[in-house]
């Protein structure tokens, strides 16, 4: 059987850099009050009249393209990781398709909030192993910004904009996706969603009126369920795979809180230098987090390296991912 790759990877953040010291001029909060409890100092938030996720997704899109060398004709198939749509329907994998320029492909959302990219990823792997495409594109594209309440002291000072995505190959050699351990429990319904907009409560001026159509979280009771559930996974997908934390080359959590990133990663005891995180410049871009850091690191990356990836979000939906590198940045 075929290994699923990944091949390249790259990513978009937009310009606009909202800083802790702007945001405690729009809502009652202050620089040392958001990097207390969360770790964040900037985040990129996407402007313009009528753009979307999508905007953010096809940029990454054509760099993925420009870098791997790989003609929008030969991509077949495209899973984007997002839970902000530029529409209900069509898909914003559709979207981004036609911006690139990508026309014989198959491509559709994984809707699996801040834990998206890697179930996505797991899903991009299993269409290569089984032999169905040999060309597949993992992405995440998050409008964070297009639901944030920047009137909530607790929520807004969280989130950013960003978009990243990875090209996945088949290859003979011992690389690429491993093993995942994936999950969901439907406890964290109340705890963390958009109340509003949905088929259960559709959009009224009533709705609008109480303010819920933006991200709704109850912050403790996500905290405690992020850093049990993530640590859970890890272990896991490590034991099943005879990996020590010695032998792991990067930790790469979904970038919620440096705080939960901090309790997850002294919990397993891994060396702090192997832990992977660039929230402080991005904050929470949602399912982008991880494959953004992907980008970022990249260059440190070498074949054969060992990483975990792991996020939760709401649902709850939480997991971790085993990836073998597969190449050295040229």
């Known amino acids: ?21 702007e945001l405690s001029h729009m809502v009652d909060t202050n620089d040392e009050w958001i990097t207390t409890r969360v770790g964040i100092k900037e985040r990129r938030i996407l402007k313009g009249e009528g753009l979307g996720s999508s905007e953010l997704g096809y940029r990454a899109v054509n760099e993925l393209l420009k870098k791997t060398g790989i003609s929008p004709d030969d991509v077949e198939l495209i899973i984007c990781a997002t839970s902000n749509p ?34 996505a990823l797991q899903a991009g792997a299993a ?6 495409y040999k060309k597949v594109i993992v992405l995440a594209a998050e409008k964070m910004s297009s639901m944030t309440n920047y009137t909530d002291r607790n929520t807004c000072p969280l989130f950013g ?10 290859s003979d050699k011992n690389l690429g996706v491993m093993d995942a351990v994936m999950h969901t429990d439907g406890i964290g319904l109340p705890h963390l969603l958009m109340k509003a907009g ?15 159509h933006y991200v709704y979280q109850e912050g403790r009771a996500v905290y405690k369920h992020a850093v049990s559930d993530m640590l859970e996974s890890t272990l896991n997908v490590a034991e099943r795979n005879h990996l020590t934390f ?33 929230i402080e410049k991005f904050g929470n871009t949602s399912a982008a987090s991880i494959p953004l850091c992907l980008s970022e690191w990249e260059g440190k990356f070498k074949q054969g390296d ?22 050295n940045k040229v």
């Open 127 to 132: 269409y290569i192993k089984s032999g169905l």
């Open 1 to 21: 059987m075929q290994n699923a790759v990944i091949t390249g990877v790259a990513s978009y953040v937009p310009d606009y850099i909202l800083t802790n010291e």
């Open 161 to 170: 904009d960003a978009a990243a995505a990875v090209m996945l190959e088949p």
């Open 246 to 278: 010695d032998s792991i080359d990067w930790f790469i959590p979904h970038q919620a809180n440096a705080r939960i990133i901090e309790a997850i990663a002294g919990r397993i005891n891994i060396a702090p230098e192997k832990v992977v995180m660039n």
């Open 86 to 119: 530029d529409y209900r329907f069509p898909s914003t994998a559709s979207i981004i398709a036609e911006k690139s320029g990508i026309k014989h492909c198959f491509g559709y959302d994984v809707q699996a909030a801040c834990a998206g990219f890697i179930v």
């Open 198 to 212: 949905g088929s259960a409560y559709p959009a009224t001026h009533e709705s609008i009126d109480r303010m819920e």
């Open 306 to 327: 060992n990483i975990i990836l792991t996020a939760f979000g709401a649902g709850f939906t939480w997991g971790a991912l085993y990836l073998k590198w597969a190449y």
